[in-house]
């Protein structure tokens, strides 16, 4: 049910809490917490703060006590802001029973392919840094014995096209996807595309 589902924003290492520089003291955060759960409001909008407040917290803790039930995956290189973020991904993964979760849903995001220009360079650097993220990624599930019940899906919102563009190529066909895992039965689903200059995949 939609209504039941809560959705969390993590960092590359899991949730950002308040604690330390210029964030809420431990102290204050405790006092602040405290004051919060012992209120209530008839006010549907101050309650809901209070409430979702409550709700963020609770959340850090489940969050973070997860990520740590699993050491961190070093097969996935971090050298890039994918990688950093699919060793936390991969560590909650691992921790289903910790967050007493049945299924989860993780979205990382990796940009960069979008290029009118310096394609072959760039590209190529984007799918070497992708490449080696996902490898270790599956590698890391494989290690951890929970690749069939971690399945990959890989997709970009906007394809390229063989049409020049500056030194770059214009936009092509969307919506290709690259399913992985250890219980996805493999093969190629859909009409194959062609290559063909003076055809319609250009």
Known sequence: ?????????LGTSGLVTRDGNFRVSAGAQT?????????????????????????SVDATAT????????????????????GQRMRTLIRLANSQST??????????????????????GGLAARYDVLDDVLA??????????IQNNVTFLVFGEVGRSLS????????????????FGGAVNGGWYGDSYTLDTAGPNI
Do not use: C
């Open 1 to 9: 049910r939609g209504f039941d589902l809560r959705t969390l924003s």
């Open 31 to 55: 006092i602040l917490n405290t004051m919060l759960a012992s209120e209530t409001f008839t006010d549907l909008l101050m309650q809901e703060y209070v409430d979702a407040h409550a709700r």
């Open 63 to 82: 969050i973070q006590a997860a990520i740590a039930a699993t050491s961190d995956p070093t097969a996935i290189p971090n050298t890039d802001v994918l």
């Open 99 to 120: 967050m007493g979760h049945r299924r989860s849903v993780f979205f990382l995001t990796h940009g960069g392919y979008d290029d009118h220009a310096t394609l072959l």
């Open 136 to 145: 270790g990624a599956y590698n890391a599930t494989v290690t951890l014995g």
């Open 164 to 179: 020049q563009n500056g030194t770059g190529t214009d936009h092509g066909w969307g919506g290709n996807a690259f399913v």
